[in-house]
């Protein structure tokens, strides 16, 4: 039998440049997407190649919004071991399970998702693994981080959907989810365990369900070195964008930064997250908490959030308002023409939510509205782009959760923001794990967006871009990193005392300097 051999000229043709035609033949998102995972494990290199050089085109498939069809698909689609596994019945054997991962020493970190709210989905069980690879993609693309030391994880804890208990080809355990005190048991075990197991990791909590988000965070932060991207991460991009969003609204109306007023649509984890971290936005304005507070109402599907509402839950409560006594407001614009907001916020899910009643209802009340429909993937998204621009004669200042194209309208061309939490997580980690801080605090967070906001150049200032364009993204993470390692070492949580010694222009440098780029031999994290 011969012997394999590539073909005796394939190094004259430029091979780049054919994988590339053979991604762009396949119609299908979900096609691109097993084609770009299967050239991920025959070449790496060239895999993280393609998406360095090709991000905008990439991104969306390997993440947001693609990743949602392949996270309900993925017992369908699963081809080969991609991360690791953890289920409910290895309580009391997780150190085990884990010391199977190889280059435990060397890793340095961890997504880790439970799948039981995957994006806008649902309950996905053990389908939920691709958004924990997804996720460290991006820490790789943007950040540097090196593949080796990255480990996808996820927890088989069961699921509540029944269509896949029902599936025969479902690839995780066929058993409910556990109750709060197995649940905690089992989270407890399982942080211990990875503390031992991988002495030198961060771990990024992912699409956890609500409750379990707040909770577990809360109960790890200070004890581990942990950060929850949903809560911490879309909340510190969002108030980078929203930095830049008010400084042009007001500018529009001649109204101070303090006045700004926000309504948040949806109030999950990541809505009151985000709401939480956009108080530092009235606090940088010499607002008080309390007052900060007061600027900000929340809406769920039972309308504006009252604190006198019986049986509401705790993460709500802390926007709650107690200075309404009127009849219950249900409908959102009898909520925008009570509260006459500048902002909206929608991290709700629900398609076509700002409708154009709604949004007209923005445009009648502000020179310029903000309007950040932040769900994902797209066919979740409040508003589209297109109709947002029509609708508001061109004045509204946008940012979205999935990608938009750019939109002509009587021959301007308006370009949307994305509030991409690849803007903040990949630097946020590359800066927590280069100062090797003890845990992540709400100050390094803030840091980080902080220094997302002031990354614009001059011509993204000049079109009015509330967020930098993504193909600059090492450049905004080395910043972001270089934030969060200056604030790290400001609160003295930071073990890497070398890098206190560095001037800001040479820590910069260095960071560059430790990312980890295709077709390097040597290793630098």
């Known amino acids: 039998m011969a012997i394999p051999r590539f073909p005796p000229y394939l190094a004259t043709s430029d091979h780049r440049e054919r994988c590339l035609e053979q991604l762009r033949s396949k119609s299908a998102p979900l096609e691109k997407y097993i084609y770009l995972n299967g050239l991920k494990e025959r070449d790496p290199n060239l895999f993280y190649d393609l ?196 400084n042009l609204s007001s500018a529009a109306s001649g109204k101070p930064l303090a006045d700004h007023r926000i309504l948040f649509f949806g109030a999950g984890s990541a ?73 909206l916020l929608g991290l709700s899910t629900l398609r076509n939510a700002f409708s154009e009643t709604v949004v007209k209802a923005m445009a009648a009340i502000n020179e310029r509205p903000i309007i950040f429909p932040l769900s994902n993937p797209v066919h979740l998204s409040e508003v589209d782009y297109q109709d947002a621009i029509e609708w508001t004669n061109g004045k509204v200042i946008f940012a979205s959760g999935s990608p938009y194209f750019s939109v002509t309208y009587k021959d301007v061309t308006y370009e949307p923001g994305q509030g991409n939490n690849m803007y903040i997580f990949p630097g946020l980690g590359l800066g927590a794990i280069l100062s090797k801080a003890r845990h992540v605090s709400d100050a390094m967070v803030e840091q980080a967006s902080i220094a997302l906001a002031s990354s614009l150049t001059d011509e993204e200032k000049a079109a009015q871009l509330v967020y930098p364009r993504l193909n600059r993204i090492r450049d905004i993470s080395a910043r972001v990193a270089s934030a969060v390692i200056r604030q790290a070492q400001k609160e003295g949580l930071d073990a890497n005392n070398y890098l206190r010694t560095l001037p800001d222009d040479v820590l910069l440098s260095l960071i560059h300097d430790k990312m980890w780029r295709p077709h390097e031999a040597a290793p630098r994290l």
């Open 51 to 246: 998406l360095l050089q090709n991000m905008k085109e990439i991104i969306p498939l390997l993440y947001t919004p693609t990743v949602g069809e392949a996270c309900v698909n993925y017992s369908h689609i699963w081809r080969r071991p991609e991360g690791l596994y953890v289920c409910i019945e290895d309580k009391g054997r997780i150190r085990d399970v884990l010391s199977t991962w190889p280059n435990t020493i060397d890793s340095r970190i961890a997504v880790v998702t439970d799948g039981s709210r995957i994006l806008g989905l649902g309950d996905l069980g053990a389908n939920g693994l691709p958004i924990s690879i997804g996720k460290l993609d991006l820490y790789i693309a943007g950040a540097g981080i090196k593949p080796s030391s990255t480990v996808p994880i996820c927890l088989d804890l069961g699921t509540n959907t029944q269509r896949y208990l029902d599936d025969p080809l479902y690839i995780g355990i066929r058993r409910r989810r556990p109750d709060p005190e197995e649940m905690d048991e089992f989270m407890d075990e399982f942080i211990e365990a990875m503390k031992d197991v991988f002495p030198s990791l961060m771990v990024q909590f992912e699409d956890f369900s609500t409750d379990n988000a707040f909770k577990y965070l809360d109960r790890y932060r200070y004890k581990y070195r942990v950060f929850n991207d949903d809560i911490q991460g879309t909340g510190s991009v969002i108030l980078s964008g929203f930095i830049n969003a008010a």
């Open 271 to 343: 809505g009151i997250g985000v709401a939480k971290q956009l108080l530092s936005f009235f606090t940088m304005q010499g607002l008080s908490p309390e007052e900060a507070r007061a600027r900000i109402w929340t809406v769920d599907s039972k309308g504006l959030i009252t604190a006198d509402r019986k049986g509401l839950q705790e993460h709500k409560k802390f926007f709650a308002r107690t200075d309404y006594e009127g009849p219950a407001l249900t409908n959102l614009v009898d909520i925008i023409n009570y509260v006459k907001p500048t902002a």
